[in-house]
């Protein structure tokens, strides 16, 4: 063969198996909506919950009812019928997607840390939240170091879910493509929770603050964020942290028409409440919370002997949903 001909099918191959390693980095969405359809591709049903056209491609944001997976595929893979949102939750009435949205709505009357604040009932382990509210600060790269040195034997990729807020991706993109690295890597499964776009906090009570304060549009927080992460080749899981764990029962009810399971915490360690089994563990990984990060490379120390043995496990936010609603 030709030696052009060769250096060009190697150029195609290297090309190839970038674009299978790296997620698709979506550049140019316009039309991005909120729009419930079944999408089924030979046995599987799936539930669409946006559509969007990139550079002239329709694509869709697919929900696996039973499993809490996301992905975002061609349109045209999917034999499509629209649904309105009410119909979702009679349809899929006994999948971990709707039993989960029901158990976060009925616990949407207090003001701070509402949502589904435990998971994987009766198990030895955490699951493990790591919010990114906007911050001038670095990533707290430690967290992550931490996590995979002691789990790398145990548990490889281990599974962590990150809350981030567009305005710190626009911030920090270099910290956001080490973390998008470790994920190449196979180090850590990272599952990226919706923290709003602005993640505006003020002075006010709380009944008036985050996403509680006056003239703050849902649209754009959830919307503009989720966009902004498919740009940054993150693909958005069916969750939602309120910032702030802030929010009263009519924006948990908005939420949850976006198709989102608000996710809360109780375990956040820099507020002093301590972890058990199954809890749904928060720490701001932002550098402005040196408490909680001191307190979490403790809690991974005094487990060492646990973790090794497998006693003491990291469970995927998704799957641990799953198993409690079996
Ligand atoms: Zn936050």
Partial sequence: MHLSKILHLSFWAVLLIHSKIYAQQFEDIKRYKVNYSLATQSSEKLIATRSFVNNNVKYLLLVNPETLDTKVDLASNYSISSLQWPNVFVIFKNTAY??????????????????IDHAIPKEAGITLTIDLCPSHKPLDRIIFQSVFDEFKKIEQPAPLAISVSGKWMLKHQDD?????????????????????????????????????????????????????????????????????????????????????????????????????????????????????????????????????????????LRKGLEKSFE
Avoid at 98 to 115: F, I, Y
Avoid at 270 to 299: R, T
């Fill in 176 to 316: 956001l493509n080490w973390l998008k690295s470790l994920v190449d890597k196979k180090e850590l499964d990272i599952t990226w929770v919706n923290h709003s776009y602005n993640h505006e906090v003020n002075n006010l009570p709380l009944a008036e603050n985050f996403l509680l304060a006056p003239g703050t549009n849902l649209d754009t927080e959830v919307l503009e964020n989720e966009k902004l992460m498919l740009k940054n080749g993150l693909t958005p899981s069916v969750f939602f942290r309120f910032p702030g764990l802030v929010s009263d029962k009519s924006v948990v009810q908005k939420i949850e028409t976006y198709g989102l399971i608000p996710i809360g915490s109780d375990a956040w360690l820099a507020k002093g409440q301590q972890p058990n089994e199954g809890s749904i563990v928060l720490i701001h990984g932002n550098g402005n919370e040196e408490v909680g990060v001191k307190d979490f490379i403790e809690l991974l120390k005094s487990k060492q002997g646990d973790v090794k043995n497998k006693q003491w496990l990291l469970f995927d």
């Fill in 98 to 115: 709707v039993k989960s949205l029901t158990e976060a709505a009925a616990k949407a009357v207090q003001l701070q840390d509402a949502g």
